[in-house]
């Protein structure tokens, strides 16, 4: 709305019909340059479609960014995620989401190398994207121009959609022209679909709608079991192979998607107000959660463990809501990342048709040791006669409460 | 230790060897009367064996009390810490922790009742259970005696209780000879194991340890379908069919046990400072949790939800150590119960093989409604210009951030 | 914006040049009935004069609303809010923040009354009142339609504001022409006032900023020592004399003045992103928030006053925010409400030159009692040898991670 | 208790009559060769009388250890602390808390050095000193024995005790031949009196009690006004004039007395589980707190400084309860240390009578500034169309909820 004065636009192109549609859209309206900026973040699409895409609507080459941040997302992003054990209301893993900042980020680093005054996202307006990728861009430049051509444009149907990307010239896919039965995000961490055939909480999503896994019913009836090795909160290696961050995700998703893990179904709250239903397939992200866990089990000390536990649930609300550039989030941040200095170590997993089983974890660290705690001279560090005084002075106060209550003929 | 004017003493007796050494060792020691309470948890054993061994171990009739509690666990202490959806470190389901404050409260009657003076318990000096037990009766009456037998007496083997057994001519069954290769403990909620054979956390738990649920890979190879009924927060009927808590909690065992659902292999970390290696199966619960959640996320707001899971785990802590009856886990209880008046409603699940699939979800009370987004006279609730302003707002702190660093030349 | 069908508009109305100009703004640009509501909160203004001001205005007797709320104020707001002990960002009491839900609850009651579809509010478009109305407006009656002249109309200046009241025959007073040097809000909790002279942080509150204080420096060279007595958490008498809530914050309001007590200089955060500075005073809050929290030491176990300690920011916060009518803030409530049931007793105070100490505190439910610590029988409640216990096997968990510490080296 | 074999002991040593006793006590109760540690802390008394009283009761030169902590004191742990605006149970300033750790790390660090096998400590059995200093060695040390003599002795009175202190020649001065009327702990950062004539909490504190303030009757009557400079959330200078931590604390400690601050009179909850009545006087930290909240107010986001409000009061209660050695409250340092960066500027006080007034503060890295809300090419940040829309969303959920109650016909 306000202000059409723009001269450069950093748009987030996938590609795409609807991504096509914003660019031209974006040229039409604001007569201004665009550049587009093409993502592998692993959602299993090639990229050079895009760039001969782009070439056909008339871009310049020097305005087509393509990049591969697959290993940046999962490094930077996806690990730090996981120290934390995060899980947006009790179950989600935030595929989504996490992917959001990283993307924001990488506009505004072409904007400020190209000069452009703008960037644009093909976020709808009633979702949480929209949030996300505008948080990320106003964070990281305060007055950059934000164009969100969904919450913009006068198109009333997708009819209307159709008509103007016929009258521009843009491919369409066949099965592009009527509106999808549902819509999907992917990224390398997981796949989610929402909206329409899926819109009613009480019917079941049907089977086509899953592309990452298969279903728990067809995956193999013998169990798979692997370790997965540790260090310092992140997962370095499967059965015993080192492998690099986005590597080692990618091989998590496969064992997850031929294992038929990682299917959730899910009514959420959005940021925006209302409810959603959505359906996720987070493959490896659901084998490598309880492994993370089981290594802190044995590595990290109560005290850690349960101030990270107690912590978790705001600091998964903060990436869903798009809040991972500000202060709170980073100051969570460096709280987790302080206690997974010792978070080293391995975790034997049972991989069995839908079903993630911790078998076993041993660590050079561990704090479950038979000989920690015996301490030196073979003085035991425990002694059960300690308990009675523990008990009582934890009593203390209760009994305290009982005396009054009785006193008072309660 | 300290004081043994114990004039008459309320055991918490099973009548297994163990509790029957004890009872001896009370009067023996003490030279006091012993009154046996023996409660029916849905440990899955008969108690009137316990009656007889009593009486042959000269407790007199009027001494003797049993009950049957399992309506009163499961629907005073079970569904209501459900309400919470409390998991201890992320996972344990705290069925040992849950029975041990009704048990607590149950001998403190039977003591207020008979005149009893004293309490004793036949936990031991390594664990929480001693420290939930003696909260309770603390809190419930503070001037009571707690005679703790594992804390005090001098038997250093197994062998020494033996002895003390023969001597007293408590019969003692072939197998109970030597020491267990684990220990278990069970009621309507769970079964838990630990010990011996399981105190090595890289090995696997053995197969032989599980008494609760058949393995997933024996269980059917086809999914069983379910819908529970929900009202204000407490699970009612099962496909449909009205049930009492503790009925209702059999058959999702039941139901559990079959299709190979609730093993849990953990290290956890307990009150009295060490960490120990579990093996739980909690074969309803496992399928309730995800249905009350499900219940939940279409009936709850999202303030509500999240207000919630952020105390989750400190609720979790509290029962876990002991603290059911104290003012800040009653605190919490008055907050959760306030939130599930509207929590009725049925969820579908499909139980497979170990997993538990929540499928689908529909209330009387839903917030998630085509309908209740859409406001009277075709006022639509939700324009989606109205997200500009939401985001910019939301946005505005932190492009004063980005501004400052800007300025500060960051 | 958006839609201008008003029938009729329930308009929170002070008398004052604003909103006079407000209600004709109203009148001529929805072509709407006005229903005007004047409510006497404590603001120290007579109501009278409104309603004639509002009959000048062409409001008809009948859609004239005047309340006296003070009663409701203190009793439904002020004082559940002061169980909670709350102050939003380590200090702020709260004054404007709980003053608005009630009246948008009125408002809501005189729109279901009078059949009107709207209601309007004063508030400007920077600031946090305008959420708190109309958050509370639409928790209360979804439907109904908002209006905030501040974001709707064209005024660009206060030139401009004058003329429309001059072409409309508003009564201009004399002082009100220019723009104010501060604004101000009162109620029987507070005065608060902000802008102009009070926008540079580094620069001291001018002196005829206050109004409802004299200055420490003014107060009288002795000490004034009072009494509060609290039931179940609420203040209900002073100096043994028993007042209804409205009284006694009025007394307490004048002790505060008259002893320079309540005067706050503070940058605070707003809901709406930005920060702004304020001068708040609240002679009344400041005695009391100390004697609650005192006599509070002696009734309340540690647990309880902990977990009230830690949920405050929280609690402060959504009250700041305006979610007043949030399931989030209802459910806190229970919590704290949970806790008071035993926070009766009295406290004794010293006001002296803007300061407040307690000096005594009795309760017939202390917690803090000589006795209460002895238990019966000459048995005594704290045997110092437990405390080696107890430290024991709270040192546990951190031996072990020295011993880890060690063995690595470290 | 247990077992005598000790061979070497570091004693906390102040060089009064208790401390010497215990000397004594150590020697002969468990003929070990006793090591002294005295340290300076603030407490106001000089160390070369405690020299030559150890040397006096036979402690060679090399077992005696002197040090000056003052600057380490502040830097490291009071500064630190006052990070995160500590303060337990909503008012205490935590002076003797935070002591304890220093003292038990010096106390470990001698041991190493001279190859003890224990330490002593002067803490009675019933207070929260003897938990904070043994949880700092058994941190540091996991192997250490600690000697509580305050625990393990048999005198039964302080007639029994005074006996001994005569049989062994240790001087008595005649004032400590009675019970104190109260017992004092003292350093840089505080006074802190207890017991006898302060155990009731009905009765005022007697005016002879304080030592470290004026009255603020006694103050003079006209205010002093003080600038405090912060960097990256630490004082470093008053007036513009720079000085080291503990010089600071000192003069600001002088500044306090002057003018009648820091008086709290207080009933708090000890760890060990009862209540206990205390007197503080904390006259720098009084001051020290406001000034670091309203540097704060201008230089921390929304963000950050709610997320520490919220985390506040369990920091605290680590502190109080002795935890400072352990993981949870090194994470939350490293969250409140994260937020400090920009935490730099100035702040104006007014002290007078008692009260801290801030009346001024302005930094370098001000995030409230007339420019920093306007952004470049004058667009401004705020547009207050902005907020109808941030309302709207914010709204969005309890418009459904009142939706749902009218439905429901609530």
Chains 1, 2, 3, 4 share one sequence.
Not at 209 to 221: F, G, I, K, N
Not at 383 to 391: E, S
Request: hydrophobic fraction near 40%; glycine fraction near 8%.
């Amino acid at each position: 709305m306000a202000d059409k004065q723009v001269k450069k636009v950093v748009l987030a192109y996938s590609g795409g019909l609807d991504t096509s549609i914003i660019l031209k859209w974006l040229q039409t309206t604001y007569g201004c340059e665009v550049v587009t900026f093409t993502a592998d973040l692993g959602q299993g699409e090639e990229l050079e479609p895009a760039r001969r895409k782009a070439q056909l609507l008339g871009i310049r080459d020097e305005n087509i960014f393509i990049e591969d941040l697959r290993e940046e997302f999962v490094r930077d992003y996806v690990f730090p995620m996981f120290r934390a054990n995060a899980q947006y209301e009790g179950v989600y893993l935030l595929g989504t989401s996490i992917a959001r900042p990283l993307i924001a980020k990488k506009q505004i680093e072409i904007a400020e190398k190209v000069g452009a005054d703008a960037v644009a996202h093909g976020a709808t307006g009633k979702g949480n994207d929209q949030v996300r990728f505008e948080l990320g861009y106003y964070a990281l430049k305060p007055d950059i121009k934000v164009i969100a051509p969904w919450r913009e444009w006068d198109f009333r149907s997708r009819e209307a959609l159709i008509d103007f990307a016929e009258k521009h010239q843009i491919p369409i896919a066949k099965d592009k022209r009527g509106e999808a039965p549902f819509s999907v995000d992917a990224n390398l961490l997981h796949a989610s679909s929402e909206g329409k055939v899926l819109e009613d909480p009480a019917q079941e999503v049907p089977d086509y709608v899953y592309s990452r896994t298969l279903s728990p019913e067809e995956a193999p009836d013998r169990p798979t079991v692997i370790t997965i090795g540790f260090e310092r909160g992140d997962a370095v290696s499967i059965d015993g192979q080192r492998m690099s961050p986005a590597t080692l995700l990618a091989r998590l998703n496969q064992l997850g998607h031929d294992n038929g893990i990682g299917r959730l179904d899910l009514v959420e709250n959005r940021f925006v107000g209302m409810k959603s239903r959505g359906m996720y397939e987070t493959p490896g992200g659901t084998i490598l959660l309880p492994a993370h866990r089981a290594i802190e089990s044995i590595t990290l000390d109560r005290g850690a463990a349960h101030l990270k536990d107690e912590l978790m649930p705001r600091y998964a609300e903060l990436i869903y809501n798009g809040f991972w550039f500000s202060p709170e989030r980073e100051m969570l941040q460096a709280l987790i990342d302080r206690s997974q200095e010792m978070v080293t170590g391995e975790v034997r997993l049972k991989l069995y048709k839908g079903g993630v089983y911790v078998i076993g974890r041993q660590s050079p660290n561990t704090l479950y040791d038979q000989e920690l705690v015996t301490f030196e001279e073979g003085a035991v560090a425990y002694d059960h006669r300690d308990a009675a005084g523990f008990i009582k002075l934890n009593a203390l106060r209760l009994r305290t409460l009982g005396q009054r209550r009785k006193k008072l003929g309660g």
